[in-house]
């Protein structure tokens, strides 16, 4: 018979988990902190190098700090705060902030905000992980839109305000290179509007125009800063889910469908079908095979009869013959 462990053996036992996962915490290589629900900062993981890039000699100086003071040398919170939102929703949230968009950064970041919750279920802090992707874009003299700006070429697209189809490919190849350096999930959905040509043929082109950017406004809101949203062809439009898996990616896609549903569309009913790919670590592909097989599932939703949402199953998923 097996003997209870001792309350001494119980100690040891929980001092190694602690030194284990200190160990953990201080190898991931990004710099992570732990705020408690006023975004103080209560623990960082050791890593000199980040420290002084925000201009800290070690990472006692930090402890106690608001996050925006550390990160950003701010007052106030940061406008779209990821960790307030995440506070406020209890879910994961992302953001990027690059040096050119922001005076006040340093370097390039992408931010991940993940819930604490308490016993009781309540969100009681944020685990955040900064990572640097300065290095991801060196390649590059300028920021894409910097480019299109340049030569007269817009990185939006007039009508619905979103991202144009030459920035998009920009968007996810910068996310397909930071979930396989992080070792993250992605997911692409492609959205489709059912019957657009009706639209058009039947109320006018101006109303058409109007349904577009009404579902750009509408997948604006949605996404915010956490999910880029483009507008991929005339009717069809893109949304980016870094650090999303299938299920979790397959609940949005219904949700976003659900919302440009029950708009208020006055004088006809609008539906859109979705397809959507995910790439789940440690599997990789390239940005053609994620938009293939998200395309190959947008198919398959007008297949089925439109004004649903269906996923690849793999990104060697073909159609039947």
């Known amino acids: ?58 990472r006692e100086d930090i402890i106690g700090k608001k996050c925006y003071e550390v990160l950003k040398k701010r007052t106030n919170t940061c406008p779209e705060c990821v960790a307030q939102k995440c ?29 604490i919750y308490n016993s009781e279920g309540k969100v009681m802090g944020i685990i955040e992980l900064v990572v ?24 939006r697209d007039v009508l619905t305000g979103l991202e144009n189809r030459q920035y998009f490919f920009s968007s996810l190849t910068r996310e397909i290179s930071l979930a396989e350096r992080f070792c993250l999930p992605l997911s692409l959905l492609m959205i489709n509007i059912d019957n657009f ?6 109320f006018g082109i101006s109303c058409g125009d109007d349904v ?15 999910y880029p949203a483009s507008r991929y062809s005339g009717d069809g439009f893109c949304l980016i889910l870094p650090n999303t898996n299938e299920h979790h990616a397959l609940c949005l896609a219904d949700s976003l469908r659900l919302k440009i549903n029950q708009f208020d569309w006055q004088r006809f009913e609008l ?51």
Not at 21 to 27: G, P, R, T
């Open 1 to 58: 018979m097996n003997q209870k462990p001792t309350y001494e053996e119980l100690q040891k036992e929980l001092e190694l988990t602690k030194a284990k996962l200190k160990a953990i915490f201080n190898l991931i290589p990004a710099h992570v902190h732990i705020l408690d629900s006023q975004l103080n900062i209560r623990n960082a993981n050791v890593k000199p190098p980040w420290l002084q890039k925000l201009g800290f000699e070690k």
């Open 87 to 115: 506070l406020m929703s209890g879910k994961i949230e992302t953001k990027i902030s690059t040096k050119e968009e922001d005076s006040l950064l340093k370097f390039s970041t992408k931010l991940y905000a993940a819930p």
């Open 132 to 155: 640097d992707i300065t290095d991801i874009n060196q390649n590059k003299p300028e920021p894409i839109y910097n480019y299109l700006e340049r030569y007269g070429l817009p990185y």
């Open 197 to 202: 040509k009706k639209v058009n043929d039947h």
């Open 212 to 226: 577009l950017y009404h579902i750009g406004k509408i997948l604006q809101n949605f996404g915010r800063f956490c």
């Open 271 to 321: 539906t859109v079908s979705i397809g959507g790919a995910s790439i789940q670590p440690p599997l990789t592909c390239s940005i053609e095979e994620l938009i293939d097989a998200a395309d190959l599932s947008l198919y398959r939703a007008k297949l089925k009869g439109r004004n649903c949402v269906v996923f690849a199953s793999s990104l060697t998923d073909q159609l039947p013959i």
